[in-house]
């Protein structure tokens, strides 16, 4: 039951993240076992992206912040030099007093950068309690996700479509 809890909640997860997921709630299964019942209980991901109606059915109303420093939104925004090279820049931002709280540039940046740019910004501010992204990965990736673990941000990503 708990499996399909975390498989509702979180659509992208697969069997891995499930089984970490389920490692950090304290459940002390290994994981074959997680991967048996998984693929028993039929929680694959989709291989099809959903249409946009079904897809819109499954999404939570939008709450509004109450008060600074509860809900940051974090994105990249991309241009090009004179040159022809390109230029990244990671924007965080305060939902509730549309503060920007940092930009981040530069041509190639990770989730090692990602994570930096947010322990820099903690430094001098509070914590979030959740944090709003896109599916990138430097979004999705382990080192962001366990970032947020160790320092108990919830990270909601935004659904396709």
């Not at 939570?60 to 940051?72: A, H």
Request: aromatic content about 8%; overall charge neutral; hydrophobic content about 35%.
């Amino acid at each position: 039951m708990r499996m399909r809890e975390i498989t509702e909640a979180y659509l992208h997860y697969g069997c891995p993240r499930v089984f970490i997921t389920l490692r950090r709630k304290g459940w002390g299964d290994d994981h074959k076992r997680v991967h048996r019942i998984y693929c028993e209980e039929g929680l694959s991901m989709r291989e099809r992206r959903p249409r946009r109606n079904e897809s819109a059915m499954r999404r939570q109303p939008v709450k509004d912040t109450d008060y600074p420093n509860q809900v940051w939104g974090m994105d990249f925004v991309s241009d090009a030099l004179f040159d022809g090279r390109r230029l990244r820049l990671l924007t965080v931002i305060d939902l509730h007093t549309r503060e920007c709280l940092a930009i981040t540039v530069g041509q190639r940046l990770t989730g090692e950068d990602v994570a930096s740019t947010l322990d820099r910004i903690c430094s001098e501010s509070s914590l979030p309690e959740i944090m709003k992204a896109d599916n990138g990965s430097e979004f999705a990736g382990k080192v962001l996700d366990c970032w947020a673990y160790e320092n108990g941000v919830t990270i909601d990503f935004s659904r396709p479509g």
